[in-house]
């Protein structure tokens, strides 16, 4: 029988399930073989009750951990009364509630008695599952099948004793088998950790306590998440973004609405874009993880993360879409429709509490991969890493720049420069912040990085995954988009694009002295650029984060050998506000939409004067976030005005007769 629970032990016991989750990242640290795993980061361990709810995780990444209670829910079902000690679950298939082929997870049942009291789990990014290039992360993937290798629920081990066939069969379907079986050993290492350390614990407060504790710090989770949600006006909240393209170039359109009601929440995508023909699609476990932590980061960033704060959550998308993904679609870019899921669903509540937002981050993962053979260790090698961008300015404070954002963990922004050359046939010539990539606002989004990549072996392939190279990451409360990302080849004193669709590579071919050139995006700026302290702008030129004539564009600061030109400034930044363009809104019926784009019809002059027919610009919300839209010319609209529907109304907080600003988004100038 449980004894009653004091809060004591509660801490004590919560404590030492984190402190046990991470014991076993060190674990995992210490003893993979490649370098994505014990220089980058890329896995994440967790502790989930016999029901199958996340109890304890520590700095692990929320994309690998938060889907994690819907797959061993899954594996419980699949297997149901077949689960005996010693047995260990592989898995990776993103439509069990996974997110793409190369994180593979590993379930390990905890049993005292009959039944399980726990499962442990690690889920780590495996460097190749097989698939149509090196790393298996193609751009142009268009079905799951060129992905990789598919591992459903299986067991590897039965009792304690390895499944030998079932290991040699996937072994033999990934590149580089001896890092693959090494990183494997190294999950079963770390979930033996974990166990080591649950048997302690037993042995102490014994099955009932133990039960009762992780109940117990569930409910206090909800508890805590109810309270958080409560101070979210009841309404409905409506917010749209888009992925840059499909594998034809094309946008892909994201849409929600968010209902606050009695404590609760009900996120609904219904809207988004049909699956597509390239690897941004992405599970219903995908879309509920990006949901659960941009709330969780919005309104209670420093409670524990466990299920209990997700309770109160209810999340439906329909099937088929970018956001429910059904088979065969390829998933391998499911990091950056979660990435999308988190800008919409902060665009969509940035109206309801400004004060808690922030500037969009670089919105994607930056999926970089070079594949050749290294001609001194006589091996194929595959580098990847993921690069950090700036993340978003917001009420106290700039961005951070080129730093991990709140959606990843402890991932390192970029590899080791020196454990890059020793492991690879490759050389960092140039790793720093990239100027003016910033979004400018009363407080600025962070820099991205600029990274140069020689290849010294005689050839290889490049491979590119990402978004946001189109469609910048946008600013919030009035503030500027930051400078989208870019990927590039140069090759002599040429520079070529190595995909008709940026962001979208798949195994370019490299030869020896062509070099990568990675440029990250900005985060989004927070407020009115003209409203920053002209000293502050100074100090940014000073410090080379910004450009003196980006001070004068974007900022309305003159900047003379050096200082602040205090009189220029004041006429440049009074003549800025009456230059700004605004709109007299008029009530559409419906918001338009053609070819998956929302679509705004202005006067032919005010079509001419932002940019042509086509172009992209964005309305923005001094309240919260901005409206994308492509725009097009009629003759039947008034000069200075605009017809916006019911949606991109309640979007920006606008009614008729209300003015609306508008600006034209340019793409990133040439390097």
């Not at 800008?343 to 004060?355: E, F, I, N």
């Not at 784009?597 to 992209?616: I, M, N, Y």
Request: hydrophobic share 40%; charged share 25%; with cysteine.
């Amino acid at each position: 029988m449980a004894r009653k629970i004091d809060l004591v032990t509660l801490e004590m016991i919560q404590e030492y399930l984190i402190a046990t989750v991470r014991e076993m990242r060190v674990t995992m640290i210490m003893t993979a073989h490649s370098s994505i795993i014990y220089e980058g980061h890329d896995f994440s361990c967790a502790l989930l009750d016999g029901e199958g709810q996340l109890v304890a995780q520590s700095e692990d990444s929320p994309a690998h951990v938060i889907p994690l209670p819907w797959q061993v829910r899954e594996a419980r079902e699949h297997f149901g009364a077949d689960l005996s000690p010693g047995d260990v679950i592989l898995v990776n298939d993103p439509y069990s509630s996974g997110t793409h082929m190369n994180d593979v997870a590993m379930i390990m049942p905890y049993f005292v008695g009959r039944k399980p009291i726990a499962f442990i789990v690690t889920r780590a990014h495996w460097g190749d599952i097989g698939g149509m290039t090196p790393g298996s992360i193609s751009g142009q993937a268009t079905e799951i099948f060129q992905e990789g290798l598919r591992i459903p629920f299986i067991k590897v081990y039965e009792k304690g004793k390895p499944v030998k066939s079932l290991l040699n069969l996937i072994f033999s379907n990934v590149r580089i088998p001896d890092e693959r079986e090494g990183d494997f050993h190294a999950m079963l290492a770390c979930c033996n950790t974990a166990k080591g350390r649950l048997d302690e614990l037993v042995e102490k407060f014994g099955r009932a306590q133990l039960a009762s504790v992780m109940r117990a710090l569930l409910d206090r989770a909800e508890k805590r998440m109810r309270r958080a949600i409560a101070t979210i006006p009841e309404g409905v909240y409506r917010y749209e973004d888009y992925l840059d393209s499909d594998n034809a170039g094309r946008p892909v359109l994201l849409k929600v609405k968010v209902t606050a009601k009695e404590e609760r929440l009900h996120v609904d995508y219904a809207g988004s874009s049909l699956q597509v023909q390239g690897p941004v699609n992405g599970s219903l476990a995908v879309t509920a993880m990006g949901t659960f932590v941009a709330l969780k980061a919005l309104l209670d960033p420093h409670g524990p993360i466990n299920h209990g704060a997700f309770r109160r959550i209810q999340v439906e998308a329909p099937k088929g879409t970018i956001v429910n993904v059904q088979p065969p679609g390829a998933v391998g870019g499911y990091t950056e429709i979660r990435r999308r899921v988190e800008s919409v669903m902060m665009g969509a509540l940035a109206s309801a509490v400004p004060k808690y937002v922030a500037g969009d981050i670089k919105g994607t993962s930056n999926h970089t991969y070079i594949g050749s053979r290294h001609p001194r260790r006589g091996r194929d090698t595959i580098f990847y890493e993921y690069p950090a961008g700036g993340t978003g300015g917001f009420l106290e404070h700039d961005g951070s720049d080129a730093m991990r954002a709140y959606d990843e963990g402890d991932f390192s922004s970029i590899q080791p420069v020196e454990a890059v050359e020793i492991e690879h046939a490759l050389l960092i010539e140039t790793c720093a912040l990239n100027p003016d990539t910033s979004g400018a606002g009363m407080k600025r989004g962070g820099l991205g990085l600029k990274r140069e990549i020689r290849l010294l072996a005689e050839e290889g392939r490049f491979s590119e995954l990402s978004d946001r190279n189109l469609i910048p990451p946008y600013g919030v409360c009035g503030g500027h988009a930051g400078a989208p990302n870019r990927f590039t080849v140069r090759r002599g004193n040429e520079i070529i694009a190595p995909s008709n669709v940026p962001g979208k590579v798949s195994g370019f071919p490299l030869r020896q002295g062509d070099v990568v050139v990675v440029e990250t995006a900005g985060g989004g700026g927070y407020g009115t650029a003209t409203e920053r302290d002209p000293a502050q702008v100074a100090l940014d030129v000073r410090e080379c984060y910004i450009t003196a004539g980006h001070a004068r564009a974007r900022y309305g600061v003159v900047i003379v050998k050096g200082a602040v030109d205090e009189a220029a400034t004041k006429t440049l930044r009074r003549q800025m506000t009456g230059q700004v363009r605004r709109l007299q809104v008029t009530a559409a019926d419906l918001d338009r939409f053609e070819d998956g784009r929302r679509v705004t019809v202005f006067s032919p002059a005010d079509v001419q004067a932002l940019g042509g027919d086509g172009a992209l610009v964005e309305f923005v919300n001094p309240f919260g976030a901005p409206l994308r839209s492509w725009i097009a010319a009629s003759p039947e609209v008034a000069a200075g005005a605009v017809a916006l529907g019911p949606e991109a109304r309640v979007s920006l907080g606008l009614k008729p007769g209300d003015p609306a600003e508008v600006r034209t988004l340019k793409a990133r100038a040439p390097s």
